[in-house]
């Protein structure tokens, strides 16, 4: 995986600003703090990456938002969360439950991002279903890059799909595109964007180990954590 040079924007900027000031009173502990404030640093800066370097993504995102880029944190925070109890999984395979702990942290997310909405805490369900099914069965994460596309687009206000109407994991995209839920693929598909995408999701997980630990990590061990080659 590519390393990415660091990105600046100021809405991310400040998002990532607010939602330190938030963990800071919501979360009791130095531990619970530094655990959701390096899965929000790894967040903001998937965000930042992706709309600067996944060409889709950059279009919708525009001369920037500060709307687009709060729900783009919020997402990519998201998908840090699932990534880091895919590594729990890994590495701790003894550990049980991490589901149910897994969406009590999403919760406590959303709750940073002052989102109280039900449906945000299915996606994230559907979210990390879909990638722990993909790092198991399609190391190529093809689907999971696309899908991650489709709702980054959508947290930038245009629509790819019926997304309740998808029972995930999905298998096949062949089984999304002839069930009928399409509104708007494009920004799903592009297999640049995809290949740039998981590029993104490694200079955010780099961003996430950083944070955590207090220095800098090499990109390279970042990107092969990721589970995408």
């Given at each position: 995986m590519?390393?990415?040079?660091?990105v600046g924007d100021r809405y991310f900027d400040a998002v990532a600003r607010v939602i330190e000031d938030n963990i800071s009173k919501m979360v009791p502990g130095e531990n619970e703090q530094r655990f959701y404030a390096s899965l929000a640093a790894g967040g903001n800066s998937t965000a930042a990456h992706v709309v600067a370097y996944c060409e889709g993504m950059?279009?919708?995102?525009?001369?920037?938002d500060g709307d687009k880029a709060l729900e783009l944190t919020k997402l990519?925070?998201?998908?840090?969360l699932a990534q880091s109890y895919r590594w729990l999984s890994e590495?701790?395979?003894e550990t049980t439950d991490t589901d149910d702990a897994a969406r009590t942290a999403a919760a406590n997310i959303l709750a940073m991002f002052g989102d109280d909405k039900p449906e945000s805490l299915e996606l994230f369900v559907d979210l990390k279903t879909q990638f722990?099914?993909?790092?198991?069965?399609?190391?190529?994460m093809v689907h999971m890059g696309g899908f991650m596309l489709g709702w980054a687009a959508e947290a930038m206000g245009h629509p790819c799909l019926e997304w309740q109407k998808v029972d995930f994991p999905i298998d096949s995209m062949s089984d999304v595109t002839q069930s009928g839920v399409l509104i708007d693929s494009a920004p799903m598909r592009s297999p640049a964007d995809i290949k740039a995408f998981w590029a993104c999701h490694g200079a955010g997980c780099r961003a996430l180990m950083e944070h955590y630990e207090g220095k800098k990590i090499d990109g390279d061990a970042a990107a092969g954590n990721t589970g995408a080659e």
């Open positions: 590519e390393n990415l040079p660091q950059k279009e919708l995102y525009g001369e920037g990519f925070t998201l998908l840090m590495n701790h395979p722990d099914y993909d790092t198991r069965n399609n190391p190529s």
